[in-house]
Nanobody
């Protein structure tokens, strides 16, 4: 499985961005995809995840109400719509995939940078 993330960039506080992650290769009939982020000198933190094809979602408390994760099952692609962005959202955002809930996140994409200026 390979993951290709795209869509990062720079916005001002209060702005919006959408990042995408497309999976290629063999996946299971039901699998999860998610987003994590990492700032310099900090741990990589969970942001959001979604199950495919069902669509069950989870969010970190820090992004609830501002970020929305969605998916396109046919394209094996997940999107993270980020609204009301804050400087503390600045990070390298990584997408990840796992073939079921009982295993750790197995596959990782390259990061896409999101920078929010104040």
């Amino acid at each position: 499985v390979q993951l290709q993330a795209s869509g990062g960039g720079m916005v001002q506080t209060g702005g919006s961005l959408r990042i995408s992650c497309a999976a290629s290769g063999r996946t299971s009939s039901s699998y999860g995809m998610g987003w994590f982020r990492q700032s310099p000198g900090k741990e990589r933190d969970f942001v959001s995840s979604i199950k495919l094809p069902g669509g069950d979602t989870r969010y970190a408390e820090s992004v609830k109400g501002r970020f929305t994760i969605s998916r396109d099952n046919a394209k094996k692609t997940v999107y993270l719509e980020m609204n009301n962005l804050k400087p503390e959202d600045t990070a390298l955002y990584y997408c990840a995939l796992r073939l079921n809930d009982r295993v750790p996140w197995q596959y990782w994409g390259q990061g896409t940078q999101v920078t929010v200026s104040s």
